[in-house]
């Protein structure tokens, strides 16, 4: 028997111009590290150290993390990580955010977060040169 009552569908809630698509231009490296980084619960201070060993699993490298002030919106924390993007060697700045509840959320670098992203890059240059 069909139902009177119209289907009702939920609309997927729009992504920030920050987040990453992670089923359109990101690899499914991102999918594992967003999957990998899930929540601390409770253990923020461990934040750095399971960020760093995602991205080893990636192997990406895990640059740097720092106090978000501002930066990101619902963050307290950045670390930012350079994921290799494929076999040429070229690689992807993207942010780890952790929350204030925990949660760790994977974003790509954004018109706010410019002046980090150049950092990050310098940062790279600096350790290539070495």
């Known amino acids: 028997m069909l139902s ?73 924390r950045i670390a930012v990580l350079r994921i290799p993007r494929d076999a040429d060697g070229r690689a992807d700045t993207i942010f780890a955010c952790l929350e204030p509840q925990g949660t760790i959320r994977i974003e790509r670098p954004s018109e706010r977060t410019a002046g980090l992203q150049t950092f990050a890059q310098a940062f790279v240059d600096v350790f290539q040169r070495l």
């Not at 619960?41 to 991205?55: I, W």
């Open 4 to 76: 009177s009552q119209p289907a009702v569908k939920a609309a997927a809630e729009p992504m920030s111009d920050s987040e990453i698509d992670l089923a359109g231009d990101f690899p499914m490296e991102m999918l594992e590290l967003e999957l990998s980084l899930d929540s601390l619960d409770g253990e923020e201070d461990r934040f750095a150290d399971k960020v760093r060993q995602a991205a080893s699993d990636l192997k990406g490298a895990f640059l740097f993390d720092l106090p978000a002030s501002g930066l990101v919106e619902d963050c307290d």
